[in-house]
């Protein structure tokens, strides 16, 4: 599901605990963990057993954190439609237009991802050596798609005219900007923010749907 984060819970709004710290360093070493060891070892001949040891978690743990052992390499996690962006979009807004507030609610999906450069890096070199990484990242895009036509059944509700695409649809055009704007991201070294990318990712779907 895509979470929805509380108020209190966004960027910028508090520090994290003590608790939230510790948290987000041991996932980043089992990232750390996961990788050095695909790298050494080849993806394969690593187990989560010999990710948690080299961590000292135990596997139990580690399904905490990660579904699986691709998930560690690639070091997906969790997204968030920001609380206020999806209570506007679900009301009509903030424009009214379709597409423009799509685009609101897939720059917030984005601002919520913020790897380490340097892993973000390093998943992508491996992943393009393996293309069911490749497959599980789009995977990983698409399992949200229910919780985004919860969304848009919410914004029918207040106007039957406002969706005049189907849900599933209008979910797999949120799918193609997340992986795009991502992508050109990725391809920029990560540097600024994703949603940076988002204008053009429109801007290219658009000029694709008017041919």
Avoid at 172 to 186: C, F, N, T
């Amino acid at each position: 599901m895509i979470p929805v984060a509380a108020a209190s819970e966004r960027p910028g709004r508090r520090e994290p605990g003590l608790r939230e710290r510790k948290k987000v360093a041991r996932r980043g070493a089992i990232v750390d963990a996961a990788q050095q060891l695909v790298l050494a070892q080849g993806l394969d001949d690593v187990t989560v057993e010999m990710i948690s040891a080299r961590v000292g978690i135990s596997a139990r743990t580690f399904f905490n954190y990660f579904d699986s052992k691709d998930d560690a390499v690639l070091g997906l996690e969790d997204v968030t439609i920001d609380v206020d962006a999806a209570a506007r979009f679900a009301a009509g807004g903030p424009t009214g237009h379709l597409m423009a507030d799509l685009q609101t609610v897939v720059a917030s999906v984005l601002q919520s991802v913020s790897p380490d450069e340097g892993r973000a890096r390093c998943a992508h070199e491996i992943a393009r050596s393996h293309p069911r990484l490749l497959h599980r990242q789009v995977l990983w895009m698409e399992r949200y798609k229910a919780d985004l036509t919860a969304l848009f059944a919410a914004r029918r509700a207040v106007d039957p005219d406002a969706v005049p695409v189907d849900d599933e649809t209008l979910a797999m055009i949120v799918v193609v900007l997340l992986r795009s704007a991502a992508v050109a991201w990725e391809r920029d070294g990560y540097a600024g923010d994703a949603a940076a990318h988002l204008p053009a990712a429109v801007a290219e779907l658009r000029a694709l749907l008017a041919t």
